[in-house]
């Protein structure tokens, strides 16, 4: 009778470090941004008329891969641009689970061709046309908040500037806010942006974003947000793995799109 109490308790006692390890792991928020898959355009570099929100064969199996990667990260919120590149690479993850995800206009292609203003226009973002969805899309996709349903476009460097650090900002008390991890598709460009500026360092264009690898910040002390992964890879010294410009920056003055 001893040793089946005994057996009993062990049996009892694995059971409960088995558990909290389980709630230890999920206690782990991150703040995470995937780059979208691989289109047409990434491949010939013609983002005029190369079709960017067309995706190449390699692209086609990265959002099917895109959805592993989703299940096995335990992504609470997932936020996405209104772009069909950015859309796309979440699809097959949406049509499996009938998750939904949310598009931010501000989450759109920037900072790769300035606009100037219009005449009389002075704010540095300007409001555009209504974002609507294909038939069926509202299945997967919704979106923040009415206001939120109106692409965002960035007017001048202060333009430029101004949306980043609004995004950054809108997506850093998102976070905080939020119980779990989330997920973020970003074009590449801009998903460095977000990052450098989330660590209070100057746009540089630092981080190039390798497809299927996450780049996560987790949750510090009084709210505050350290960098933990970047590409895949440990990041040890936070935001000191950013602090050189890649040798691979796009040329901002160029007329290219992500």
């Known amino acids: 009778m001893k040793r089946f109490v005994l057996w009993l308790f062990l049996l009892f006692w694995l059971f409960g470090c ?17 780059r979208h898959s691989e289109t047409i355009a990434d491949v010939s570099h013609d983002f005029r008329n190369g079709f960017p929100d067309i995706f190449t064969k390699n692209g086609i199996t990265q ?6 990667l989703i299940s096995d990260g335990d992504f609470e919120l997932l936020l996405t641009g209104p772009n069909n590149r950015s859309r796309s690479t979440l699809y097959p993850y949406l049509f499996d689970s ?16 300035e606009r100037s203003p219009l005449p009389g226009e002075t704010t540095p973002i300007r409001i555009g046309s209504r974002i609507y969805l294909d038939p069926g899309m509202d299945r ?10 109106n692409s965002v476009f960035p007017v001048g460097r202060e333009g430029e500037q101004t949306l980043v650090e609004l995004a950054a900002e809108l997506l850093r008390e998102t976070f905080f806010r939020a119980n779990g991890s989330v997920l973020v598709i970003v074009p590449p460009n801009l998903g460095s942006y977000l990052v450098e500026t989330l660590l209070g360092l100057e746009r540089g264009n630092r ?14 002390p009084t709210r505050t947000l ?10 040890t010294r936070g935001g000191a793995c950013l602090t050189q410009p890649s040798s691979e920056t796009v040329d901002q003055t160029a007329n290219n799109e992500e």
């Open 207 to 220: 981080l190039m974003f390798k497809p299927l690898a996450l780049t996560c910040f987790t949750e510090g």
């Open 140 to 149: 997967f996709f919704t979106f923040r908040s009415e206001e939120a349903r």
């Open 226 to 235: 350290e960098l933990t992964t970047v590409n895949g890879q440990p990041c």
């Open 98 to 113: 009938r998750a939904k995800a949310t598009i931010w206009p501000e989450l759109a292609e920037c900072c790769f061709k």
């Open 63 to 68: 959002s099917e891969e895109t959805s592993k």
């Open 18 to 34: 088995s558990r909290s390890e389980d709630a230890a792991k999920d206690s782990t928020k991150r703040l995470c941004f995937l």
